[in-house]
């Protein structure tokens, strides 16, 4: 499973920014993909993440501000990020989890650089 991001970049504290993630490649259905972010030297925390049912969980940091979406049918998930502040910066990583599809094994892209300045 390839997972491929975009739409990371620089804005000002309170701006906003949208994140995609288009993955490829599954014989599986996938049922789960997620947000995680990273900063250097910490773990790589998850942000969102949102089940084909339509459920979704979020970090309490990050609760009201960032939204989870997907497109029906598509193996293509958004993370709608607003009121930026700078400790969001981080490398935002899309992930498809073992709990996602039957290959019992975490899928992850390679990260996109969001960068929020104050």
């Known amino acids: 499973v390839q997972l491929v991001e975009s739409g990371g970049g620089s804005v000002q504290t309170g701006g906003s920014l949208r994140l995609s993630c288009a993955a490829s490649?599954?014989?599986?259905?996938?049922?789960?993909m997620g947000w995680f972010r990273q900063t250097p030297g910490k773990q790589r925390d998850k942000v969102a993440v949102i089940v084909s049912t339509g459920r979704t969980e979020y970090a309490d940091s990050v609760k009201g501000r960032f939204t989870i979406s997907r497109n029906s049918g598509e193996d293509t998930v958004h993370l709608q990020m607003n009121n930026l502040k700078p400790e969001d910066t981080a490398v935002y990583y899309c992930?498809?989890?073992?709990?996602?599809?039957?290959?019992?094994?975490?899928?992850w892209g390679r990260g996109t650089q969001v960068t929020v300045s104050s």
């Open positions: 490649g599954s014989i599986f259905p996938i049922n789960v």
């Open positions: 992930t498809v989890p073992h709990s996602g599809t039957s290959y019992n094994r975490d899928f």
